[in-house]
């Protein structure tokens, strides 16, 4: 089995902490894993996204065009950013909810994340959308928007693993008194 | 990590003493060092690469292992001791890791560390992948002793940060090295005499070298597929590059294929075999063309009539980061081969996304008070590198020049020799002041220059995830120790006029640079203010809306990430905002409350 995940967002949003967790879920069950991450700069704001590989005989961790099987869009735009990437049969996840560089609004030239989303359903056949400010408000925390679209990723199907698996890697990576509210918002199905 | 990696194979090489300066991407090498390291290894972040280099230097003269740590801007800082050090050799074996930082990414150069070794005649050693990054380190202290030389390691953003699964030593496999200590020897004091003797050896060292790396299984060549073996192609690579080579070689078919690990001292023996009935390379490579020079150096040299491709003739770009896609795409087209096109597709436009000073960060605050407080006046502002680099974003708009660490002192000094009527002001981090601000005050001081430097203190290296300097009071070790005092380091340089603010605060901060800016001579402001990534603020601010105007005011004047404009009133997003308070501070009408900053 080789698996290719994009995740991608706007830095602050918590993307490599969730392609940490998918990666730590997928060695503990032996499967070698590459992957590669925005660090730095550009993490304060700006797009981010990370590139994990599962599997054999891998040589790099970036995937290629048209070679993702599925790809987590943080925000909207960010997902359509990377749509290139996704393989004819990819599957995508997507969140609901733009984020607003700041220089939309000083200038008035913000997007519609209708239009993003919109675009997405007419290209993408394997598309779910979570309702972010729903799952929010239903986990009572606007900080766990990446194990929501993890756990969606997860009951999807896409990424090979099971709910436990990710569920112990959060065991691992995440303080305790942490693991309640992630796991909530791991489980959260609208 | 590719970085974890290389220092758990540090430790396990039984390295004694670890010394860095932080620099994205090098800077979880020394931070996993001093998590997992044992009591036989002493961890420190000195206060710039230069001073590291030369204790790294020193525990080599002592028959120490040492690692020295940086990313390529720092090896710039270190290059003086560096040079020498080659000249003079070492006892204990010294590594020096060097992170390259192709694209750039987060950095202000390309500069490439393979070209730096063959100027410095270091050996260099390139790692393609994490897994290779952590068996190297450990070869690279045996070269070093082996060859009485230093050893650069250079990984490059992708290998450093990149994330594989490496199966590493336990601790109790790890070797155990012994430190000698120092002996006394005249080998260790550098005269003219003395490096025109080293120099012979090290070009005879160098010129061994060649062969010993021809022969190793660090460079290889890969086989060619029989089907393709008419083709006479081959293609050259190394770094990371050498994993999108691999890669379009399972699409395109397998072209003979040159890994060059040891781009210095060049694996000549080995290249001439790979060339040796080839017609075209490929170089395929990031940052200096430099593997095709060597090929097109061997070409000559031997007679050779294969024609060596890359970035000087036109076959790959000439700068910036390499692709899975532009790596195939290359390779098709060196091969005769269709490129795969690429769909026209219309997406909707997409919103630029600059990175920005995150919500509540002390930074926008120090800006937007030297900025009101300096409104209408000709001004210069210097800035330098580190998060507030950021404040160069609109609408602050307060970073008038950015070059290196420590740069916006001189810069600004010039300015004012040359325009005695601008207000001239250098802005450094509290890392940065100890890295390297001090010698532009004393020369300000001295020189009778005026100018206004601001101290942007949050405690804390914030750009590179928060490492601790001589201002905290931490050391790796995990001692708490005496802070070195900024204020009490500039009143001793000479500086009468220090005052230290807290920039949240915005009517006092706004008046504070007032009154220092108009002294005369070199004068400091001082914003102390914790970093907000390191604690979440006790509350977040909101907006009423029943009170708000919709003049926009607070977005327009500082650009802070968590406040947005919705349905002609302002917001604030309570995941992003961290309570700082400056735009309730300035909102006209009252009508933000509620946030309150972590102490
Ligand atoms: S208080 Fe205002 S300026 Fe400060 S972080 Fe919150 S929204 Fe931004
Ligand atoms: S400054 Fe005050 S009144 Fe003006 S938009 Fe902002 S919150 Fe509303």
Known sequence: MRKSIILCGVGGQGTVLASRLISSAAMARRIPVLSAETIGMAQRGGSVFSHLRMGEDLYSPMIARGEADLIIGFEPGEAVRQLPFLAPEGQMIVSSRPVMPVTAALSDTGYRAEEMLDYLASRVSRLTVVDAEAALAAVRSPKVLNLILLGAAQRCGALGLEAKDLKEAVRRLIPEKFHALNFRALEYTP | MGNEAIALGALAAGVNLVC?????????????????????????????????????????????????????????????????????????????LVADDPGPISSQTEQDTRTFAAFSKVPLLDPSSAEEAYSMVQEAFELSEKYGTPVFLRPTTRVSHGYASVSVKDPEEYAVHPVEGFVKDSRWVIFPKLSFANHRKIEERNAALQDVFSASPLNRTEPEDPLLSGLRRGVAAGGFSYTYVMEARRKLGALRVLKVSTPFPFPEKLAVEFLSGLDEVLCVEELDPYIERELVYICGKYGLKTRILGKMTGHMPRSG?????????????????????????????????PPVLCAGCPHRASFYAVKQAMKGRKTIFCGDIGCYTLGNAMPLDMVDTCLCMGAGLGIAQAVNHLENDRSCFAFVGDSTFFASALPGVVNAVYNQAEFTLVVLDNSTTAMTGHQPHPGTGRTMMGDVVEKVSIESVLRGIGVTAVETVDPLNHALAVETVRKIADLPGVKAVIFRSPCVALFRAPAQAAVDPGKCIGCKKCIREIGCPALSFRDGKAVIDPAQCNGCTLCAQLCPVGAISGGEPHA
């Open chain 2, 321 to 353: 980061e390499n692709s899975r896609d532009g790596v195939t795409a290359a390779l098709a087209a060196f091969m005769h081969l269709p490129v795969p096109h690429e769909e026209a597709d219309n997406p909707p436009p997409l919103p630029v996304r």
């Open chain 2, 20 to 96: 860095g300066y932080p620099g994205t991407p090098s800077t979880e090498v020394l931070e996993t060092v001093a998590r997992r390291r044992g009591e036989n290894t002493y961890v420190e972040w000195s206060v710039n690469e230069k001073v590291a280099m030369e204790l790294a230097g020193g525990a080599a003269y002592s028959g120490a292992r040492a690692l020295v740590t940086m990313k390529q801007m720092g090896l710039n800082v270190a290059s003086d001791p560096l040079m020498c050090l080659e000249y003079i050799g070492v006892k204990g074996g010294l590594v020096v």
